[in-house]
């Protein structure tokens, strides 16, 4: 494609839209992109100009960077959570899959004292744990564990029908509203890789987070693993006063 004759300000814009079709006609994810340099001699531009059309390849989900590596094609199946409080099957559904739970465990023992402090509770009062592999169209995309003071869950809470926990709590009068939120990177060991079907020591993002409801009541101590190449976390920064 020749962009010698184009406005340089929209150059750019015919750059993003020809490696978009180049993607749509056959890339796999995970792909390479051509080199900045490649991309610069094939289209006749300059750098700035292909960093700029790749940047807007980049905010749009169909590509990623790799410091140092190059450009990759986006998978579809990337989920992309910002901070507003919505649960996994929420932002599933919100890419046009179809979320579910692979249970893997679900007990009523007592708490500890770290359960205890971030659920109100008193050490040693009984609390449900479970503990699920949650998916998108299938895909294995988290290792969920949740903690819950017993006596918000009913007495068949133990039944594997429950997908969304959110809404499960919300039909019980106790609607999620805010959350406090921890994030880490991490590594997979061997039996977290066998469930996310990931090779181990593959990254990670650890998650804990405790979320109460609109009356400051602790309803749900959970930590998840999310796979890195899954998943992302999108962030709205603002740069404040200084004084």
Known sequence: MDTTDVCPDLKYERLRASIAEDIAAGLAPHDSLPSERTLMTTYGV??????????????????????????????????????????????????????????????????????????????????????????????????????????????????????????????????????SQTIRATLVDVEQAALLDVAPHSAAFSVSRVTYSGDARPLERAHSLYRADRYDFTFAVHRGCRS
Do not use: N
Request: aromatic share 6%.
């Open 46 to 179: 300059s750098r700035m100009t292909v960093r700029r059309a790749l940047a807007l390849l980049v905010e749009e989900g169909l590509v990623y960077r790799r410091r140092g590596s190059g450009t990759y094609v986006a998978d579809p199946a990337m989920i992309s959570k910002t901070l507003s409080l919505t649960s996994f099957s929420e932002d599933v559904r919100e890419r046009g899959m179809t979320p579910g739970a692979l249970t893997q465990q679900v007990s009523w023992l007592p708490a500890t004292p770290e359960v205890a402090a971030d659920l109100g509770l008193s050490p040693g009062e009984e609390v449900v744990h479970l503990e699920r592999v949650r998916t998108a169209d299938g895909i294995p995309l988290c290792i969920e564990e949740v903690w819950l003071a017993a006596d918000l869950v009913p007495a068949d809470f133990a039944a594997g029908a429950v997908t969304s926990l959110y809404e499960t709590l919300s039909d019980l009068g106790l609607e999620p509203q805010v959350a």
